[in-house]
């Protein structure tokens, strides 16, 4: 079993860091592989048992104009000794690839779709958004489940966006038109998330049709001076305006910032100004 999670392993960061074509692990840091790999397996055992030890944060999303919430982003979490609170950056490149990691993402769709179902009630307009990998497109079985879980937890698809980031130039394009075309004819919402930080947003942008333009932190933290960053965010901008997609920018982190930012066109913000990632209990008492 070592021996298969190794070389499930090694797959992984060939998958991840160079594009699945060959890696040497024996040359690198050996405790850096070593403790990757105890993770590796420690995640594997939560999944196994029912996704213990993981559990769901959630950002608002508030209306750029209005500065009230409209919607929550879920984020996944997860806590374990002797590894403690381990950020979902460096959890989910190494499950991404695995075959539990489909399990998983069915957790988080039914246990943020549940949490959002009940905010809906309340507030019918609230949009709720999950992030996909896209590992879990590619299966065929995601189809039937997706429309499963819908059914199970009663939630409104157009109450739901699925965030798709650019990993999923990995998959075929033809076959990923058709899954997000297949989606959105139950009225369900795709965002491109940090767009603008791999290789290829532009291209995924003119093929897929999307609903919705996530600019990344990356482009907004320095944004009052880099005058690169600020040539960027405007073009991005004005092209989702002509394209007619709402556009949503990350990172707002204090006013400063956001009075800033109001001098170009997004729709929404998300960032620490409003909030860090909550449980839903604290975001209810938030929001109400
Ligand atoms: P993301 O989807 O772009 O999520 C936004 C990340 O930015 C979150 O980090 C959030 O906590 C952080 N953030 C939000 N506002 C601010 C801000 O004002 N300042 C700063 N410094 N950071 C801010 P988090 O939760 O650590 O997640 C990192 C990434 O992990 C996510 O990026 C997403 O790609 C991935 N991820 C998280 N949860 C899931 C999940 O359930 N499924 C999948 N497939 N990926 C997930
Ligand atoms: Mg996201
Ligand atoms: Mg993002």
């Known amino acids: 079993n ?32 070593k403790r990757n790999l105890e993770l590796l397996n420690a995640l594997r055992k939560s999944i196994s048992n029912d996704c213990e030890d993981f559990y769901m944060c959630y950002q608002p999303v508030v209306d750029a104009m209005t500065g009230k919430i409209g919607g929550m982003e879920a984020l996944l979490r997860w806590n374990k000794e002797p590894f403690g609170e381990v950020p ?78 650019e990993r999923c130039r990995l998959l075929d394009m033809n076959f990923l038109r058709n899954e997000i075309i297949f989606l959105k004819s139950f009225r369900i919402k795709i965002a491109l998330d940090d767009f603008g930080t791999g290789f290829s947003s532009l291209n995924l942008l003119r093929e897929l049709p999307v609903d919705l333009i996530k600019i990344d932190r990356a482009f ?25 997609i709402p556009v949503c920018v990350e990172g707002i982190e204090n006013k400063n910032l956001e009075s800033y930012m109001n001098h170009y066109p997004a729709s929404s913000y998300q960032g620490y100004l409003y909030s860090k990632p909550i449980k839903i209990d604290q975001f209810k008492k938030m929001f109400s």
């Open 220 to 244: 907004i933290k320095d944004i009052q001076t880099n005058t690169a960053d600020q040539a960027i965010v405007k073009s991005v901008l004005d092209c989702a305006k002509l394209m007619e």
């Open 88 to 165: 979902p950056a460096v959890f989910i490149p190494l499950l991404e690839n695995d075959v539990l990691f489909f399990e998983l993402g069915n957790w988080i769709l039914r246990e943020a779709m549940t949490e959002g179902k009940k905010i809906i009630e309340q507030h019918p307009e609230f949009i709720l958004n999950i992030n996909l990998s896209y590992t879990q497109l590619e299966r065929s079985e995601f189809r039937g489940t997706i429309v499963r879980l819908l059914q199970e937890t009663d939630f409104p698809p157009q109450n739901l966006c699925l965030e798709l980031t």
């Open 2 to 33: 070592s021996i298969y999670s190794g070389v499930r392993f090694a797959l992984a960061r060939s998958k991840n860091e160079r594009h699945g074509e060959l890696i040497f692990l024996e040359n690198e840091n050996h405790s850096d592989n």
